[in-house]
């Protein structure tokens, strides 16, 4: 389980924000209601990690538009790297966690 007790906001790169919103129409108020809805599923991205630890999470905005939301932590926030639309199999591992 990823703890996120110690997070206290968010940190956004001006090139991240405005690539998420180019590309995927995600805004980053979007990105930030991911973290407060549930259910949310974090998982450790161990692959994209060699630089920094990343993480990706699948949750939904306010509005139930399901997201997947690439991230790091740095100095106790979050850094949202990419931001997109779940993918069919990402909308079926998410599902499973809210039976």
Same mark, same amino acid.
């Given at each position: 389980?990823?703890?996120?007790?110690?997070?206290?906001?968010?940190?956004?790169?001006?090139?991240?924000?405005?690539?998420?919103?180019?590309?995927?129409? $995600?805004?980053? #108020?979007?990105? =930030?209601?991911? +973290?407060?809805? &549930?259910?949310?599923?974090?998982?450790?991205? $161990?692959?994209? #990690?060699?630089? =920094?630890?990343? +993480?990706?999470? &699948?949750?939904?905005?306010?509005?139930?538009?399901?997201?997947?939301?690439?991230?790091?932590?740095?100095?106790?926030?979050?850094?949202?790297?990419?931001?997109?639309?779940?993918?069919?199999?990402?909308?079926?591992?998410?599902?499973?966690?809210?039976?």
């Amino acid at each position: 389980m990823i703890d996120l007790s110690d997070v206290d906001g968010f940190e956004w790169d001006d090139g991240n924000r405005i690539k998420n919103w180019t590309k995927h129409q $995600v805004s980053t #108020s979007e990105c =930030e209601e991911v +973290f407060f809805n &549930l259910p949310l599923l974090l998982v450790d991205d $161990v692959p994209h #990690s060699q630089v =920094e630890k990343r +993480f990706y999470g &699948l949750g939904q905005t306010n509005a139930g538009r399901k997201l997947f939301i690439s991230y790091t932590t740095r100095t106790n926030k979050i850094r949202v790297l990419s931001a997109r639309d779940m993918s069919r199999k990402e909308r079926r591992t998410y599902a499973k966690t809210n039976p």
